[in-house]
């Protein structure tokens, strides 16, 4: 499975750890990190059982914690940059964009948050496409980037920042059917209420 035999589990002289993933780590600490994690692991308890094959591979160890226990796949290897992350199940060193793993030699793939600490995911997408068997399984945790978690990763706010999010959320005053209907068709057009919903709730169908 692996292109070089002889890499070892003791840290590499490689590429410091990124200021980001260090943040990742600590926010994880937390109660919403915390919270987070426990569903992943959850969904993954759904996922993984589910998918059969020779070899296992985990691209990213942001967490640090062991999340392939649940899977029947015996032979389970996890790439990570920061070799230090990999200490609870068998661990290379190496690139998410340039695995250290022969072609077409692994069933299963796990990205766990991988995509989004990478300058360019869309290599490190083309390097698991590779190292995949023919009909092999990729599962990719990640954020929506149309969520509110996306937009938190995203904008990446820093101390003394100011983020003001505009939702359609609110129960208004008033009876809805008495609701102005240009107004509704402007809330129609621009998104903010849906068509179905208009009539639904407002007893009125948009022009």
Not at 24 to 49: D, S
Request: hydrophobic content about 35%; aromatic content about 8%; some cysteine.
């Amino acid at each position: 499975m692996a292109r070089d035999q002889n890499i070892q589990k003791s840290k590499p002289h490689g590429p410091p750890v990124c200021t980001e993933r260090r943040h990742w780590r600590n926010w994880c600490a937390n109660r919403p990190g915390q919270w987070l994690l426990e569903t992943e692991r959850q969904e993954l308890e759904e996922i993984l059982p589910n998918l059969f094959g020779y070899h296992l591979l985990q691209v990213g160890c942001l967490s640090g914690e062991d999340i392939l226990g649940c899977s029947r796949v015996l032979h389970r290897v996890v790439v990570d940059i920061d070799a230090d992350e990999v200490t609870d199940v068998f661990g290379l060193y190496g690139r998410p964009d340039a695995l250290p793993i022969d072609t077409d030699s692994v069933d299963v793939v796990l990205l766990p948050h991988t995509l989004e600490f990478e300058n360019d995911p869309h290599q490190v997408l083309r390097e698991v496409e590779r190292v995949l068997v023919p009909e092999g399984h990729v599962v990719i945790l990640g954020f929506n980037p149309w969520s509110i978690w996306g937009l938190w990763w995203n904008l990446r706010l820093r101390r003394g920042d100011t983020f003001v999010l505009t939702t359609s959320g609110g129960g208004g005053l008033g009876d809805p059917h008495t609701r102005d209907p240009a107004a509704l068709s402007r809330d129609v057009a621009e998104g903010y209420v849906s068509a179905d919903a208009a009539r639904r709730v407002y007893g009125a169908v948009p022009r």
